[in-house]
């Protein structure tokens, strides 16, 4: 369990470091180049999540999913989530199982809430701290 969550956090740090570079980087970009690139990496980090998540018993796991495609929508716009989503939901799909359609509603749903949040934060202008930050990853 203390490795499977090592590797969740080696993969937060991945997304704030990979956010950074590309904010310094994408001067020249366009806004839909950015979210396509932002997209991609929160996509691939969800997706090691999935394959990688923490084992909490015997056939009971959780992993960085949901909060992913939700920041996604928050740092990256509709387009990153959209991608990050589809993703995650396509993986989820080709795994199958008994929780194949719950699996592929919650990304659907977390795309939803993120570009709800996404949307609520730009039109009220509200500051992103760290208090909203985590709140927003948590749901």
């Not at 998540?53 to 990256?76: E, K, N, S």
């Not at 959209?82 to 993986?91: Q, T």
Request: net charge positive; hydrophobic share 55%; aromatic share 10%.
């Amino acid at each position: 369990m203390a490795y499977d969550l090592a590797e969740n956090i080696a993969a937060s740090a991945f997304v704030v470091l990979a956010y950074t570079f590309l904010i310094r980087r994408s001067g020249g970009w366009n806004q839909l180049t950015r979210q396509v690139v932002f997209g991609a990496v929160m996509a691939l980090t969800a997706l090691f999540s999935m394959v990688h998540p923490i084992h909490v018993g015997p056939g009971i796991f959780i992993d960085a999913r949901t909060p992913l495609i939700g920041l996604a929508a928050l740092f990256g716009g509709p387009v990153s989530a959209a991608m990050a989503a589809a993703g995650v939901a396509g993986y989820r799909f080709s795994l199958g199982g008994v929780g194949m359609e719950a699996g592929v509603a919650n990304a659907g749903l977390s795309f939803l809430v993120g570009v709800g949040f996404a949307v609520w934060v730009k039109r009220r202008r509200v500051g992103l701290g760290c208090c909203r930050s985590c709140c927003s990853a948590c749901f």
